[in-house]
């Protein structure tokens, strides 16, 4: 497996990893770096947001509102792919396929909790074909975390090289009790990937491909290595993907907290930093699980933005 970190000083090293252990969680890298290549810059011309949805989630209320009771919800679970003259990019590809043919076989317990609702043609690979993107198209697999209903595209696409926060990666391995269900061991542990590891605050606003296309912002509390995306169309202008930073719009305007998270602080100074990203650009704030919101944009593959 090939892997490219950020050492202590924002600097890009690609390694060689040894297999996963298989208890402790951290992945073991070989010590010999070699130089990365960045992209080139490009224009933004040709580029393309499509708002893809892996079918639903259904929960209780308490789980997406702190304190708001147990009144079931069905939420919707969005993904996203960024056709970009470089190369493809799809954020996230919502839930796993194998939880389309049985979840609970697949989740276990934790579907109880958080029951999936979709079919196979729902998921992310078949979903990009309906827009005429094979899995070879795709460069970049962009995860702005790993829980269980974000991570159905990890090893669906050859060529891509898989792009995370470097302290997502290892908490997933290793997370806390409370947090553990969020995790499917089997979405990200995947032989011969290429992973790209984020360094936090060094790597804030990562921009991909050096064009102001697509950057990636660090948003934890939701899960320790949270990100948002910040997305610049030629015609439609920026828009802000705040993923799960802002389940929903009333999260984001701290009208209320959400059902899970990591840590209560962090999660509401991504949310502040998040407005000032928007206050700044003037971006389109769209929340990673807002049922009201997500209805109202323009859904793929029927519509798109450019």
């Known amino acids: 497996m090939k892997i490219i970190e950020f050492n202590d000083r924002g600097q890009q090293v690609e390694r060689d990893s040894k297999a996963l252990g298989s208890s402790a969680g951290r ?17 933004s011309a040709g580029v393309e947001l499509f708002m893809f949805q892996t079918g639903t989630l259904k929960t209780a209320k308490h789980n997406i509102k702190m304190n708001t009771g147990d009144e079931q919800w069905e939420i919707p679970v969005p993904w996203y792919l960024l056709k970009h003259p470089m190369g493809h990019v799809v954020i996230d590809g919502g839930t796993a396929r194998e939880a389309a043919i049985d979840k609970r076989a697949y989740w276990g317990e934790v579907a109880r909790t958080y029951e999936p609702v979709l079919d196979i043609k729902e998921t992310c690979v078949e979903q990009c074909r309906s ?4 899995p070879n198209d795709v460069r970049y697999v962009l995860q702005s975390h790993l829980h269980l209903d974000h991570t159905g595209a990890v090893g669906r696409f050859p060529k891509a090289q898989h792009i995370v926060q470097r302290t997502e990666y290892d908490y997933a391995f290793a997370p806390q009790w409370f947090s553990a269900g969020a995790y499917i061991r089997a979405d990200f542990d995947r032989p011969g990937l290429n992973w790209k590891f984020l360094g936090g605050e060094t790597t804030d606003m990562f921009d991909l491909f050096g064009d102001d296309v697509i950057k990636m912002i660090f948003t934890p509390g939701h899960s320790p290595g949270h990100m948002s995306f910040l997305v610049n169309l030629p015609k439609t202008g920026p828009i802000l993907l705040a993923i799960d930073a802002a389940y929903t719009m009333d999260h984001y305007e ?8 990591t840590s209560a602080e962090q999660t509401a100074a991504s949310v502040a930093k998040l407005r000032r990203i928007a206050e700044r650009t003037g971006a389109r704030v769209v929340a990673g699980h807002d049922r009201a919101q997500w209805e109202a944009m323009r859904h793929a593959p029927k519509g798109s933005y450019a």
Not at 27 to 34: G, N, V
Not at 254 to 261: E, R, S, V, W
């Open 254 to 261: 701290n009208k209320a907290l959400p059902g899970f998270m």
């Open 131 to 134: 827009v005429g993107v094979e």
């Open 27 to 43: 992945s073991a890298l070989a010590d010999a770096p070699s130089r990365l290549e960045r992209p080139k810059v490009s224009s």
